[in-house]
């Protein structure tokens, strides 16, 4: 039997407990859960009991001086990848961390450059890849874009609400009310350094890279902006051989649940891929094929069978098996960096039109008011809205770790 994958934790945060240690942890025939570096003491030793993590340390810095690691997982906020990324560059094989890669284009293509460098192997967090239904889907596009069967592909959409991503897992969530100590935040490039459009920046970031990483998947190739409307809910996009692609960003929103769906069409036939959401656990996403070879043959629908492995649990497997050398990171610096540059160019040219800052001041009021009646409704539900008070502790800097 192969080693195990000795893996080291920087952050036990909101993600970093709920989306990453506790699935670790659920691998352990794998991997060994070996260090946790989390300043917040109190909230190590209970994360580090709970998850069977041998050792607790204050800081990165005690860890990588004190451990020989074959991969570490740092679940930080992104607007700190700056900051600690090229130390963990320099100190680890394979580094895994949240999306986005960056706040800014130019400072993720210099983390791009550090991670080469420094010969690590850097995978970004877009679990929506690991989902099952997401690797069947790809499985089904690729097959019929090579066989032909149906026909050309010639269009792909995404769209999605602003939903319940948590799936309730908060409630497994370890806060003993401890805040962390200040670290220094990446600032906005100069460009989009005012109130405003530093927000904007922000939130398109933390919100776009998403599907546009999932778009390029299915494509197969690099994908450019041709058209967004002013309010920012409709982009539209040429892929290189000029395919058209769109997303819809937010027609409605929900309280409760989760809606997002990744239709792929054909000439005559079509995938329906509706992720799971972002927390789920023991559920994947769910997939609908649909086939119409014409010549009087009837059409055929189905829904394949996919296994009860939720995407942040399939993620990590995917991690361990980059650890070992058996596959590449499904997303790599470098790919998240591109998308880094399509949300630059979505803001650029929403702000070239008339009227961009009017709605763009009201795309705030707009996730200021979500973001109260979604405490509201933690409040209400769980008698305390701590928990989601840590999923995002500023509007501005933003952090879902």
């Known amino acids: 039997m192969a080693a195990k994958v000795r893996i080291g934790f920087v952050g036990a945060g909101f993600m970093g407990q709920l989306a990453h240690i506790r699935n670790y942890a659920l691998l352990h025939q794998e991997c060994e859960l070996v260090a946790l570096a989390e300043p917040r003491q109190r909230t190590a030793e209970l994360v580090a009991a709970r998850y069977g993590i041998r050792r607790v340390y204050r800081d990165h810095r005690e860890l990588l001086a004190s451990e020989k690691l074959d991969g570490i997982v740092a679940a930080q906020r992104y607007t ?16 895994f961390t949240e999306k986005p890669l960056a706040l800014g284009a130019a400072t993720g293509d210099r983390l791009v450059q550090l991670a080469r460098e420094a010969g690590c192997v850097h995978m970004l967090g877009y ?115 000029g395919i058209t692609a769109t997303i819809e960003v ?33 559920r994947s996403g769910t997939l609908e094929l649909y086939r119409d070879p014409g010549k009087g043959v009837l059409p055929e629908q189905t829904q394949p069978q996919l296994p009860w492995m939720d995407p942040m649990r399939a993620q990590a497997a995917d991690f361990l098996r980059v650890c070992r050398g058996e596959a590449p990171p499904p997303t790599d610096a470098a790919e998240a960096a591109e998308d880094l540059h399509l949300v630059a160019d979505i803001l ?15 795309d705030r009021a707009e996730h200021d008011r979500s973001w109260e009646e979604r405490l509201s409704y933690a409040s209400a539900g769980s008698g305390s809205s701590t928990a989601l008070r840590t999923t995002s502790d500023s509007p501005v800097s933003g952090s879902k770790k």
């Open 250 to 282: 937010t027609p409605y929103r929900r309280t409760v649940g989760f809606d997002e769906e990744l239709l792929v069409a054909f000439e005559r036939g079509c995938v329906r891929l509706r992720p799971a959401a972002n927390l789920s656990v023991n």
């Open 348 to 362: 650029r040219a929403r702000l070239e039109q008339p009227a961009a800052r009017e709605t763009l001041r009201a």
């Open 80 to 95: 700190h990848h700056a900051a600690v990324l090229p130390e963990l560059y320099r100190n680890v094989p394979y580094l």
């Open 127 to 241: 679990h929506r890849r690991s989902d099952p239904a997401t690797v069947e889907a790809k499985r089904m596009v690729d097959a019929w874009k090579a066989s032909g069967e149906l026909g050309a592909l010639r269009y792909l959409r995404i769209c999605y609400s602003d939903g319940d991503w948590t799936a309730n897992a908060r409630a497994a969530f370890i806060d003993t009310g401890e805040e962390p100590p200040p670290s220094p935040a990446e600032e906005p490039p100069p460009e989009f350094a005012d109130d405003l459009t530093s927000w904007a920046l922000w939130n398109a970031t933390d919100k776009l890279v998403h599907p546009l990483n999932l778009l390029r998947h299915f494509l197969g190739e690099s994908h450019r902006l041709v058209f967004v409307d002013v309010s920012g809910r409709l982009l539209v996009f040429a892929s290189e051989s």
